[in-house]
């Protein structure tokens, strides 16, 4: 009976923020769940801020000094602003929310893709995300103060210009070598990386004991520095995510949203009852 009841409640779970809309305080916040490539939803951001995701990815292009979100440049429409997919809604949200994107909840992250040149695109999004310094995370060299939300940059990241800046409004997704490095996790609070550069398993039996280390290894090294850690181009990621989940990877890629929400709203039930 116990079983079934936290079963039946899970589901209460999912549905209630299609019923009752992408603003509710029934939506649980999920700080595990990176939304990757979330341009490229039905309702971009909408559909990963109803089921709860703390993690958001959008690509962008800068085109007559506007900055457009996109994976390809022949893809760029002039309405697909940065601003208007992302920003504007993220403001609004956090003003009306009690300076959170969800009520209470934790602070969310906006992964930018700079997929043109990385120097001249980044001074225009630095202009940009200055008008919405109220609900930005900002950095200095030695101290990080948190906001709503959190950009980090990454693919063409002019990391030498950032981290000559004495404040910032954005921070750096660092590489594998990171995991090493002593740079400050004001810089590189997290690190991202291709799976199929790492590892060989392809979701299929069990992992490897070496490259299972491996994993454990690199988790430790990025929680040691401060920094979390993702991996992208994940093999059959219904089967791959719970091994990332049970060593601690901090976020986990999807392009399905139910079905991680599902998961994550599985284990945190899980956790819930073994108290």
Same mark, same amino acid.
């Given at each position: 009976m116990r079983t079934l009841f936290r079963l039946s409640l899970l589901s209460l779970l999912v549905l209630l923020p299609a019923l009752a809309g992408a603003d509710t305080a029934a939506i649980i916040p999920l700080e595990r769940a990176h939304s990757h490539n979330d341009y490229t939803r039905t309702r971009p951001l909408l559909d990963a801020l109803d089921?709860?995701?703390?993690?958001?990815?959008?690509?962008?292009?800068?085109?007559?000094?506007?900055?457009? #979100?996109?994976? @390809?440049?022949?893809? !760029?429409?002039?309405?697909?602003?940065?601003?208007? %997919?992302?920003? $504007?809604?993220?403001?609004?949200?956090?003003?009306?929310?009690?300076?959170?994107?969800?009520p209470g909840g934790p602070v969310v992250t906006l992964l930018i893709d700079i997929k043109d040149d990385g120097p001249t695109t980044y001074v225009r999004l630095r202009e940009v995300l200055k008008e919405y310094a109220d609900m930005l995370t900002s950095f200095t060299p030695e101290s990080a103060k948190p906001g709503a939300v959190t950009v980090i940059i990454t693919g063409n990241c002019p990391?030498?210009?950032?981290?000559?800046?004495?404040?910032?409004?954005?921070?750096?997704?660092?590489?594998?070598?990171?995991?090493?490095?002593?740079?400050?996790?004001?810089?590189?609070?997290? #690190?991202?990386? @291709?799976?199929?550069? !790492?590892?060989?398993?392809?979701?299929?039996?069990? %992992?490897?004991? $070496?490259?299972?280390?491996?994993?454990?290894?690199?988790?430790?090294?990025?929680?040691?520095?401060?920094?979390?850690?993702?991996?992208?181009?994940?093999?059959t990621p219904a089967v791959s995510w719970p091994l990332l989940y049970d060593?601690?990877?901090?976020?986990?890629?999807?392009?399905?949203?139910?079905?991680?929400?599902?998961?994550?709203?599985?284990?945190m039930d899980k956790k819930s009852a073994s108290k």
């Open positions: 089921v709860g995701f703390c993690s958001i990815e959008a690509d962008i292009y800068l085109v007559d000094g506007e900055l457009l #979100v996109a994976h @390809d440049l022949k893809a !760029v429409r002039p309405e697909r602003t940065l601003r208007a %997919m992302y920003l $504007d809604p993220l403001h609004e949200r956090v003003k009306k929310n009690g300076g959170r994107v969800y990391r030498d210009v950032m981290a000559a800046e004495a404040t910032r409004l954005a921070a750096v997704d660092g590489r594998r070598a990171d995991l090493d490095s002593d740079v400050s996790a004001n810089l590189i609070p997290w #690190v991202s990386m @291709d799976w199929n550069t !790492v590892f060989k398993w392809k979701a299929k039996g069990d %992992m490897p004991a $070496d490259e299972a280390a491996l994993l454990h290894d690199m988790v430790a090294k990025a929680h040691n520095k401060g920094r979390r850690i993702r991996f992208w181009a994940l093999p060593n601690g990877v901090d976020l986990l890629n999807a392009d399905n949203l139910p079905a991680l929400q599902k998961l994550l709203l599985e284990r």
